[in-house]
Nanobody
Framework: QVQLVESGGGLVQPGGSLTLSCRAP???????????ISWYRQAPGKQRELVAA???????NYADSVKGRFSIWRNNSRKTVWLQMNSLESEDTAIYYC?????????WGQGTQVTVSS
């Protein structure tokens, strides 16, 4: 299993921005660069949903609800993937998790809370 550590959540007003990070502190650089990493979120009473993903070639994919507002990128030497979130809305309030699937094993971070409220 891959250890993933998220950070960067917090309370922000509608229209504001946050940047989340997902690190794999114990991963070997030459292995991390082959990881596809995804960001998911789960709001209270709702199912976990995919927000954004980036593969080993830095090809990105976004949920329709965040296209044009969120951006995902990676720095393999830092073994980190970031999620920049702009124009935040109350509907973006959720716990955000990063995820990777390696050798059939699903690994999740502990999550970071994002609350969008005035």
């Amino acid at each position: 299993q891959v250890q993933l550590v998220e950070s960067g959540g917090g309370l922000v007003q509608p229209g504001g921005s946050l940047t989340l990070s997902c690190r794999a502190p114990r991963a070997i650089f030459s292995v991390f660069r082959d990881y596809a990493i995804s960001w998911y979120r789960q709001a209270p009473g709702k199912q976990r949903e995919l927000v954004a993903a980036i593969d080993d070639a830095s090809t990105t994919n976004y949920a329709d609800s965040v296209k044009g507002r969120f951006s995902i990128w990676r720095n393999n030497s830092r073994k980190t993937v970031w999620l920049q979130m702009n124009s935040l809305e109350s509907e973006d309030t959720a716990i955000y998790y990063c995820n990777t699937m390696q050798n059939g094993v699903d690994s999740w971070g502990q999550g970071t809370q994002v609350t969008v409220s005035s």
